[in-house]
């Protein structure tokens, strides 16, 4: 009987959420299962990925074979890197205590990269709320200046006709306009 580790789909339409799952290969997706290891959901971001480690690693011991996406997910979390390094135990080409600590100075490293992204996203998202708020604010301060001064200007007197009708001085005897000349 071949075993897969495999993704099952549950959730609603458009907003899919997925079981990881150890099936028989020969079962439909979101069928009969031998044993749930965890969950997937791609609709956040980082996509959250939750199983049991040591299941999934023991049953790739066992010759579980994943599909391409949950190879995916096991190599981002390392459960990949911990099979070859067990393998190479096995064989008799470094010691587990090494293997051990190899593996746990990989995970250090990619647990302090997940973490960096996940600030960096949340300090994304304030930089930009704040930068949206600074628009509305501007906005609203135009809005509100324009305001004033069409109130101003309603309640300045208004010129009267007379007085933009002035008529012009006249000129001067001695002065000649390139009209008179």
Not at 67 to 87: E, P
Not at 98 to 127: H, M, N, Q
Request: proline share 4%.
């Amino acid at each position: 009987m071949a075993v897969k580790i495999r993704l099952a789909r549950r959730g609603r339409k458009k907003a899919a959420i997925y079981d990881i799952v150890v099936a028989d290969a020969r079962s439909p997706r979101d069928g009969k299962f031998i044993e749930k290891l965890g969950t997937y959901n791609p609709n956040t971001n980082p996509a959250s990925i939750d199983f049991s480690e040591e299941k999934a690693f023991q049953w790739l011991m066992n010759g579980a074979q994943p599909t391409d996406t949950v190879k995916a997910m096991l190599s981002y979390r390392g459960i990949l890197y911990k099979k070859h390094l067990q393998i190479g135990v096995v064989k008799g080409a470094i010691t587990q205590e090494t293997a051990d600590a190899r593996f746990e100075e990989w995970k250090k490293e990619k647990d302090a990269k997940i973490e960096s992204k996940r600030t960096t996203l949340g300090s994304e998202k304030d930089a930009k709320r704040k930068a949206a708020l600074d628009a509305e604010t501007k906005v609203k301060e135009a809005r509100a200046e324009a305001i004033r001064q069409r109130e101003a200007a309603k309640l300045a007197p208004e010129p009267t006709a007379e007085a933009e009708e002035a008529p012009e001085a006249p000129a001067a005897e001695g002065e000649s306009t390139e009209e008179q000349a």
